[in-house]
């Protein structure tokens, strides 16, 4: 487990510095919607990153984002979100974050999260904690939700921004503030770090929240996904917030 964290460590890494190097001109198109976008950055991201994994663990199976899915032969499967908050990347807003997971037959052993515009390596193995720049994390447990501090992000289906427009107008009448970043992979991993006390939002995938899951959990948060809702918060107000989100 050691030497695949240490790997999808150098990955991310090297696929931050391509990013980093972003071209003058940047080339759009769209997938689930007309405001949902993809770079030609997104998939050089996951380009180079396949080719690393597969450099390195030619059995490995692979989900990707933007396409990339090949079955494994050893028991092990990478998933990988080259660009987790391209909104942010096209707007060279900091924040934005690559996101790489392993996972085995029981869920995800590994977990990478790296956002080389705000300084931070966020890595987990199952059982092993959470870690943020190599230091130990954990999340802030318990909060009140009159004193939690939340991230959400807004999804790209019309249909789930009406559900968050409720969520939202709910929850601000009972909460200190929110927090909007632009990378849930980020926000579950603040989470993780205390950064902010709970999260919640509508419409993730796998790739979204793999990596990001793990960290949260190996920091003591729980984390849930109720069909398109994603829930991450210390176990005292993660109970509360399902309350009001789930109508517990």
């Known amino acids: 487990m050691e030497a695949l964290k240490n790997l999808a460590v150098e990955i ?7 990013l980093l190097n972003r071209p003058k001109q940047l080339d759009i198109s769209t997938k689930t919607s007309d405001i949902d976008v993809v770079t030609q950055m997104d998939r050089a ?7 690393e994994i597969l450099k390195a663990r030619p059995d490995d199976g692979i989900i990707g984002e933007e396409g990339a899915d090949r079955p494994s032969k050893s028991g092990y499967t990478w998933v990988i979100d080259p660009i987790d908050g391209t909104v942010n990347y096209l707007y060279n807003m ?23 515009t705000i300084d931070s390596l ?12 190599g230091s130990k994390i954990s999340c802030n447990d318990p909060i009140e ?3 939690a501090l939340i991230a959400t992000g807004f999804a790209y289906r019309s249909e789930l921004r009406e559900q968050q427009i409720a969520q939202f107008n709910d929850l601000i009448l ?13 926000d579950i991993c603040h989470v993780a770090s205390g950064q902010v006390d709970g999260y ?36 005292y107000l993660y109970g509360k917030l399902a309350e009001v989100l789930l109508g517990n």
């Open 122 to 133: 966020y890595t987990a193995i199952r059982g092993g904690g959470a870690f943020l720049n």
């Open 200 to 235: 919640y939002e509508m419409g993730l995938l796998e790739w979204d929240r793999a990596a990001a899951e793990l960290i949260a959990t190996e920091a003591g948060a729980t984390v849930s996904v109720h069909g398109e809702l994603t829930i991450a918060a210390g176990p």
């Open 45 to 51: 991201s996951e380009r180079f990153i396949v080719e």
């Open 12 to 18: 991310a890494k090297n696929a931050g510095s391509l």
């Open 145 to 147: 939700l009159n004193r």
């Open 174 to 186: 009972k909460i200190r503030d929110y927090r909007r970043n632009g990378s849930a992979a980020i």
């Open 94 to 116: 900091a924040g934005w974050s690559v996101s790489i997971a392993v996972k085995d037959l029981q869920g995800t052993v590994v977990g990478v999260v790296y956002s080389p």
